[in-house]
């Protein structure tokens, strides 16, 4: 009964000063979403780079042409664009650790076919490059060696071009365009879903590389080699097979230094994981920053308010109200400011991360933990800040809680 | 014999400000019995707020003994002085001190809520009989800064007399109001007097004082004088008296 008297107190105090209220709540709104919101777009760039890894194909040996610099990883696109059909054949003529070997001869334009146009990239690759990227079929067949070395102008879609370009029909056997050269359509890929810049590893084109190296990208080099090693336990020894066939067709002699890199998925990792902590620290800093201001500002108001609210208490206990009365009520409404405050800063993260999922390429993955954490130390200064000078005044004489400026 | 129900004895108040001490209060000796009604006069400084925050529990004496319905308050908890001063007292103050930003019906049914004996069942409607009583029954949902100040200090009162207490004490309740408001608000103090309260209150005014039974005057935090009045004034005839009066003013106008 009294209990239920004062709680009744306490909300009718927050709604007579909702501006305070509001502002108080606001701060921890603010806090809470920050910290969860920017940590959970951390976590989900590191998720993403590392979905992206492990859909390469765990046995994935990747060589990339020019050294790597010291330190860093060399990624993609080198300065030397100096590996040819010869470094491909000759790996895979004598290397005995690995399953499969393709060129990846990039390219990209528009397409015409089908209900329109789209445009795309398009890969010459060999026909190990499914096993390489352990990826399938839906339908229809990849093209063989024969079209390899015949320059058949034959593709095979990714999923998202085929429901692009046919939505409605079958598009294996019928002709699309690429940059002006028709090519015929043997088969589609399956889904493979998104790459961690949120472009879909669907929307591709594979077509055999010489194909591509002479008719599409103006007998351009190969851009880099992909392998597959027979075992992730063979990756080291591959790669050791691979440097030497590649430093014996590069004609390098001993002290000479790579011109190529070799990377396997752990060394992409490394590179990947190194950058997504820096994006990770900083989205860190930045969320611990926005907590604070959000501290701060809590404190403010409620430090602002104290000699109203001193008064107030000087009223309330020359009524006859006990200091565990006083007590009582303000807890209350600094719990309940700080959980609805926590709960609406919580649900905005919520909403934040699924508009960043569905209508940008940054993924955010919020953290039960870190709701946890945001919540429980905005709530604390609420509950501390709303609490303490409350605790204060009603130890005091009703007269100089009265009397308090 | 009307029972006693304010008893102190060598009652001091001794304030300390850095090195300087201020002796408002020096062994005050008062009784005061049930349904007395009391003017505490004395210039200003001479100590008066200071002996009506003490009887009222609001403060702590610095020495002496102070007996309210014959219980020693040197001995109770805050806890009790709490129950006090819900229960047995209603304090009037010249500020008024309403809640801002609650209205009126919800200001005087604040004692009610921190009651801890009564189990009172109907708050509200205990409120808005006090609230009926002193003749603002159609105020109940206006808040402080939509009453004028004799409104304010009458919500104040139905505040101090909703728990029904044996003691209403007012710190110079008319002390921000104007003449006429006082004598108003002087009429409530005599009917509440009259249905037997205890009523002690502050007053500059001399004219007001007579309002009252008895007259106590402090001076340096001593009591100097301390009578009964003879000719006592009842304020609904002095509030008649008024009304005619600002009638002839205006037929004169
Ligand atoms: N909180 C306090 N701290 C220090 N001194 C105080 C305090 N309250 C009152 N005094 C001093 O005690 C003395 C008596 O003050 P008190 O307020 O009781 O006077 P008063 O008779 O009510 O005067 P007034 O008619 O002006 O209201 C004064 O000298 C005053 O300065
Ligand atoms: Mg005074």
């Known amino acids: 009964m009294q209990v239920k008297n004062i709680i009744k107190v306490a909300l009718r105090s927050i709604m007579k000063s909702r501006m305070r209220s509001l502002l108080t709540a606001l701060g921890i709104i603010i806090g809470v979403a920050a910290v969860v919101v920017m940590v959970a777009i951390g976590d989900g760039a590191q998720k993403q780079v590392e979905d992206q890894i492990s859909s390469l194909g765990s046995n994935l040996i990747v060589i990339t042409p020019g050294a790597s610099a010291s330190g860093g990883v060399n990624r993609g696109m080198g300065s030397f664009n100096r590996f040819t059909f010869d470094d491909v054949q000759k790996i895979k003529d004598e290397a005995t650790l690995i399953t499969g070997v393709t060129p990846i001869v990039r390219s990209g334009g528009q397409v015409i076919g089908g209900i329109g146009n789209w445009f795309t990239q398009i890969q010459g690759v060999s026909p190990d490059y499914l096993e390489i990227r352990s990826w399938k079929l839906k339908s229809g067949e990849f093209f063989t060696e024969r079209d390899v070395l015949a320059r058949s102008k034959v593709c095979v879609l990714g999923s998202e071009v085929a429901k692009n370009l046919f939505p409605d029909d079958d598009p294996i056997g019928q002709q699309i365009r690429i940059r002006n050269v028709p090519f015929k359509i043997i088969g589609v890929l399956s889904e493979k879903g998104q790459t961690s810049v949120g472009t879909s590893n669907d929307d591709i084109i594979l077509a055999p590389s010489r194909t591509v190296h002479e008719r599409l990208s103006g007998g351009r080099f190969i851009s880099s080699i992909q392998v597959s090693a027979v075992s992730p336990a063979q990756i080291p020894k591959a790669k050791e097979e691979l440097r030497k066939i590649m430093r014996e067709a590069h004609k390098l002699t001993q002290g000479e230094e790579d011109d190529f890199t070799i990377q396997d998925q752990a060394d992409l990792a490394t590179a990947a994981t190194e950058t997504s902590k820096i994006l990770t620290i900083l989205l860190g800093s930045v969320a611990g920053v926005s907590l604070i201001v959000g501290g701060i500002g809590i404190m403010n108001i409620m430090l602002v308010s104290v000699t109203e609210r001193t008064r107030e208490i000087g009223i309330r206990l020359s009524i006859g109200a006990r200091s565990s009365d006083i007590l009582i009520q303000f807890l209350t409404e600094a719990v309940v400011l700080s959980l609805a405050g926590g709960i609406l800063g919580v649900s905005l993260s919520f909403g934040v991360s699924y508009l960043l999922n569905n209508y940008t390429s940054q993924a955010a993955n919020i953290q039960p933990e870190i709701i946890f954490l945001a919540f429980s130390f905005a709530g604390a200064i609420g509950i501390f800040f709303g609490f303490y000078p409350a605790r204060k005044a009603s130890k005091l004489n009703p007269i100089d809680a009265l009397r308090y400026e | ?253």
Not at chain 2, 26 to 46: H, L, T
Not at chain 2, 245 to 253: A, C, I, K, P, Y
């Open chain 2, 1 to 253: 014999m009307a029972r006693n129900i304010i008893r102190t004895s060598g009652l001091s108040k001794t304030y300390v400000i850095g090195e300087v001490e201020v002796h408002a209060l020096r062994k005050v000796d008062i009784n005061i019995d049930q349904g007395e009604f009391v003017a505490i006069m004395g210039a200003s400084g001479s100590g008066k707020s200071t002996l009506m925050n003490l009887i009222g529990c609001l403060d702590k004496p610095t020495s002496g003994e102070y007996y309210i319905d014959g219980q020693d308050t040197s001995k109770f908890s805050p806890n009790q002085y709490a129950s006090i001063r819900n229960q047995k007292i209603g304090f009037v103050f010249q500020g008024f001190n309403l809640l801002s930003r609650t209205t009126a019906l919800e200001n005087v049914e604040l004692p009610l809520l921190y009651d801890r004996t009564h189990g009172i069942k109907d708050p509200v409607e205990k409120a808005k009989k006090a609230l009926e009583r002193i003749g603002l029954g159609d105020r109940m949902h206006h808040i402080p800064s939509q009453l004028s100040g004799g409104q304010q200090q009458r919500v104040a009162i139905a505040r101090a007399l909703v728990n029904e207490p044996a003691l209403i004490l007012a710190d110079e309740p008319t002390g921000n109001l104007d003449s006429r408001t006082s004598v108003e608000v002087f009429s409530v103090f005599q009917e509440l007097n009259e249905e037997g309260i205890t009523i002690i209150l502050v007053t500059h005014e001399r004219d007001f004082a007579l309002f009252a039974k008895r007259i106590i005057e402090l001076r340096d935090g001593k009591v100097t004088k301390d009578f009964a009045i003879k000719n006592r004034l009842d304020a609904k005839e002095e509030l008649k008296k008024l009304k005619e009066d600002s009638v002839l003013q205006g037929q004169e106008d």
